[in-house]
Nanobody, 112 residues
Framework: QVQLVESGGGLVQPGGSLRLSCAAS????????LAWYRQVTGKERELVAR???????SYADSVKGRFTISRDNAKKTVYLQMNSLKPEDTAVYYC??????WGKGTLVTVSS
């Protein structure tokens, strides 16, 4: 059974930082590509960042240079380091394995 559990969301001021974590189980983690998506109520879910099994990464243009995705295969965890946060980064952030498995999400609110 695939399980993805996100953590690390919260309230942060503009310009601040947060690190999200996604603990995975039920998959061969070291061979798996994983991704972070985000969704604002009433809008489509959008891809934020993806990391392949070999460590290659890709990012949405809106977060390039501010967000960093990484993985720890020993801990079966993928991270999203978010710096220089903006109010428009406010969303529920989801961890995903393929397009079929999703975590429950963690809320990030960027506000003063």
């Amino acid at each position: 059974q695939v399980q993805l559990v996100e953590s690390g969301g919260g309230l942060v001021q503009p310009g601040g930082s947060l690190r999200l974590s996604c603990a995975a189980s039920g998959i061969i983690f070291s061979l798996s590509a994983l991704a972070w998506y985000r969704q604002v109520t009433g809008k489509e879910r959008e891809l934020v960042a993806r990391i392949l099994s070999g460590g290659s990464t890709s990012y949405a243009d809106s977060v390039k240079g501010r967000f960093t995705i990484s993985r720890d295969n020993a801990k079966k965890t993928v991270y999203l380091q978010m710096n220089s946060l903006k109010p428009e980064d406010t969303a529920v952030y989801y961890c995903a394995y393929g397009m079929s498995y999703w975590g429950k999400g963690t809320l990030v609110t960027v506000s003063s």
